[in-house]
């Protein structure tokens, strides 16, 4: 296979690696390296430990029973579609945080590379032509061009983070967990972005059904599309979780020693400090290209599946609506132009990045256990096919990482109440 052919065949999980990369990875890795040095790996690794099994349950549940999760909440028990309703509502608050936050990131990378319009303005700039290109339906260039520029960032951070190793005596630091003092919000960003927000293992199943007919080309069943999915999956997840502890390592070992702390609009030009001074000022126009693509990617991702997602709610709450295509769905469209709309407003009046995406990490945080539990309920009682359903193993690594994470949003309202 051609490596063409090997970059266009990885799917879901890439995207949801495009998904995470840009946000977690280039914004909170750096800062919690950059203020706490290595304290806060621990949390990172944690943090994709306890989540894979929310991420793995999307497209399980896809594969084993053609539909999307959203299908499943519909069957939860309980008030009718009460579980749907609630992801609804989770969707507009998460659509109208993080495509604010991504844009927010995306600008700001414009604005350090060329300086002549403001934050706001590339917003404008960088949200009309992602609408121009979902009107065009061209995502498969895209799509491939994203998994192009994961690669590039991949590895000239590998490259950046092998010329400034971490020392031997700061290995403990990083297996040991803490909480440094001050970094409260900071551990809560993580948590709920770390690797992304639970809601994407929602669109991991919509992408999924997507795919199934191009897996179905290479596996002769569902345990060879099942498995055929995972890999998909843990590509994206391994990838992401090495290069979350590589950033937060470069900040700790490239950062820290000098004062510098991303923050800001001028966030862009501290990052591109870790690849400068290890490899030259020539990574200056690598790094913002790279990041500036990766961040691309992830924004247009960011704004079709929040717009997808809204749809499909819609159409699952109004099966009068089952007909009406996603190019041809107005609520699609709406919804896409509410959200940009409140980004850009958002952006003008807080005109911050990094506490853009701290808020963004708050608010997946908040509704993580909800979407954690529904999706657990999915895969262990609506998969009618015993063989599909998650094993003993992962029913029980599930059940752990929906109470570590129902425990970290009960310590930070905890914390944040003035009871600590």
Known sequence: MSFVRTLRSLGPGIIMAATAIGTSHLILSPVAGARFGYELIWLVLFSHVFKYPAFEFGPRFAIATGVSLIRGYQRVPGPKNWAVWAFLATTVLQ?????????????????????????????????????????????????????????????????????????????????????????????????????????????????????????????????????????????????????????????????????????????????????????????????????????????????????????????TLFPERQGLKREADPAYWIFMAVIFTFAIFANYIFPNPVRMVQLIGLVSLAVAPLLYGLNYYCVTRLIEDPSMRPSLGLRVWGLAGFWFMTAAVVFALYVRLGFL
């Open 95 to 315: 659509g109208l945080t993080l495509l604010a936050g991504m844009l927010s990131v995306t600008a700001a990378i414009l604005v350090a590379s060329f300086g002549t319009l403001s934050l706001t303005t590339w917003v404008i700039l960088v949200g009309l032509a992602i609408i121009a290109l979902h009107r065009a339906g061209k995502y498969p260039a895209l799509a491939l061009g994203s998994k192009v520029a994961m690669l590039v960032l991949t590895v000239v951070s590998v490259v950046a983070f092998l010329a400034a190793p971490p020392r031997l005596s700061d290995l403990a630091q990083m297996v040991v967990p803490s909480i440094p003092a001050g970094s409260l919000v900071l551990v809560a960003a993580i948590l709920g972005l770390m690797p992304t927000g639970i809601n994407v293992a929602i669109w991991h199943s919509l992408w999924a059904l997507e795919h199934l007919d191009e897996w179905k080309k290479i596996a002769k069943d569902k345990k060879a599309l099942l498995r055929l999915g995972m890999t998909d999956l843990n590509v994206g997840y391994i990838l992401s979780a090495v290069l979350a502890v590589i950033f937060v390592s470069l900040g700790a070992n490239l950062l820290l020693p000098r004062g510098l702390t991303p923050a800001g609009v001028d966030v862009a030009v501290t990052l591109s400090k870790i690849y400068t001074e290890v490899l030259g000022a020539w990574m200056y126009p690598v790094f913002m290209l790279a990041a500036f693509a990766a961040m691309f990617s992830t924004t247009y991702s960011v704004m079709d599946g929040f717009p997808r997602t809204f749809s499909t709610l819609l159409k």
